[in-house]
Each structure stands twice: as structure tokens, then as C-alpha cells.
């Protein structure tokens, strides 16, 4: 069964800081995803990881992704107060055609001025 | 419309109610998604369906009951839910052979 595990779960910092937050998985993936969602509402897509060693930039937020340590880090630089929100991270597993996602925890990150 | 549409947004209903939740997505994919969101658990797949064929079951109950007449439209059939059933129901879609999913705004779910 494919675990995926983020830390940490909540998450609380000031304005210009820096932070990273870890996703770990279980089960060998070439393919790593990182969602937003904002209270109430859905999922915005951030990152689609796919291969070893991917790294992507928007804005604040790094994605990066190691698959032979199972391992994806976002990374925040210069925290601003409308990146507060629940960060996912997200693992579709080995397979093909349709894979359905398994989903860490969630990252409930705030982030104070 | 553009991207995947869930209706009602908000839905309240008794235990003995029987409802229908709906998703149209607009995006050309073929595989379609039903996950489950709660206050208690992190975000829980619950059907997948490829090529208007249910692939994968994970061991939802049976009380909710998915139907994909086309590949163009998904359902979730609720009959005689539980209180702890109460959660927002999301929908997602994606091509097989792509990478992206794109989820609807959700339902969010009340059950009294």
C-alpha cells in the first residue's frame, strides 16, 4: 500500500523567513504532484514533478523531487501572508493508465506578518 | 464551461435521503476520479474510472454507489449515508498518458 507522508503538518512562520516542507512516499514513483487548497475551497495544482532530480520554480515556492530517496521538498523563500494556505503533496504510485493519487496529510501553513 | 463542474456545491440530507452527486468535465479526458475529504483523514480516493470503467474500488461502502455513463460525466449515488459520511466530495479528471489532474470545486456534503 503506497504511503505518503508530509512534515510537518502544521506550520506557522513570519513574513521573509524561509522554510522547506518534506513529502516522503513509499512506494516507487517517477511522478511527484503539490497541490494548494485555501479554506472551503479546491485544489489548485502547483508542481508536477516528473523524473528524478526535477526541480521547478513559481514565484516563492521550489519543488524538487528525488525519487531514488522517495523524497519531495517545496521550499518557501520569503514567506509573503497569501502563501498561507494547506499544501499536499501527492503520489500516484507504480502503474499505468489511471492512477488515482494518494495524498499526504497536508501542510497547514500560516504565515503571519 | 471550461475545466470540471461539480453540482449542487452544498448538499444537506437525512440518513434515509437517497442523492446524486454530479461531475461533467469539459476537458476532452478519460479517466475520472471520485475522492473524499474529511476533518478527520487526509484526502481518501474512492473510485477511478478509465474509459467510462470502474478500475479501481477502494474499499468505498456500499451505501455510495458511482456510475460513468460517458466519459464526459460522473456520479455518486448516496443512499442511507452515516453522519460520518459528511465531507467534501471532490471530483478529478485526466488523460491517460498526460500527467495533469484537475479537480472541481467540490461538494461539500452535510449529512444529519
Known amino acids: 500500500e503506497l504511503k505518503v507522508e508530509q512534515n510537518p503538518l502544521f506550520l506557522s512562520m513570519q513574513e521573509g523567513k524561509n522554510y522547506t516542507i518534506y513529502c516522503n512516499y513509499s512506494t516507487t514513483s517517477d511522478r511527484l504532484y503539490w497541490y494548494r487548497q485555501d479554506p472551503g475551497k479546491s485544489l489548485e495544482s502547483l508542481f508536477v514533478l516528473l523524473s528524478n532530480g526535477a526541480v521547478k520554480q513559481e514565484g516563492r515556492l521550489m519543488a524538487s523531487l528525488d525519487t531514488k530517496a522517495r523524497l519531495s521538498t517545496l521550499h518557501i523563500t520569503a514567506a509573503v501572508h497569501d502563501l498561507s494556505a494547506t499544501y499536499f503533496c501527492a503520489s500516484p504510485g507504480v502503474g499505468g493508465g489511471a492512477d488515482g493519487l494518494t495524498f499526504g496529510k497536508g501542510t497547514h501553513l500560516i504565515i503571519q506578518p | 464551461e471550461t475545466g470540471v463542474t461539480q453540482t449542487p456545491r452544498h448538499l444537506v440530507m437525512g440518513m434515509t435521503n437517497k442523492k446524486s452527486l454530479k461531475c461533467e468535465q469539459h476537458?476532452?479526458?478519460?479517466?475520472m476520479y471520485w475522492y473524499k475529504q474529511s476533518a478527520k483523514k487526509p484526502l481518501e480516493l474512492m473510485f477511478v474510472y478509465s474509459l467510462e470503467e470502474r478500475v479501481e474500488n477502494n474499499s468505498v461502502p456500499s451505501r455510495f454507489s458511482p456510475e460513468c455513463p460517458n466519459s464526459s460525466h460522473l456520479f455518486l449515488h448516496l443512499h442511507t449515508l452515516q453522519p460520518e459520511d459528511s465531507a467534501l466530495y471532490l471530483c478529478?479528471?485526466?488523460?491517460?498518458?498526460?500527467?495533469?489532474?484537475?479537480f472541481g470545486s467540490g461538494t461539500r456534503l452535510t449529512v444529519v
Open positions: 478529478a479528471s485526466s488523460q491517460m498518458g498526460d500527467y495533469g489532474y484537475t
Open positions: 476537458l476532452g479526458h478519460n479517466a
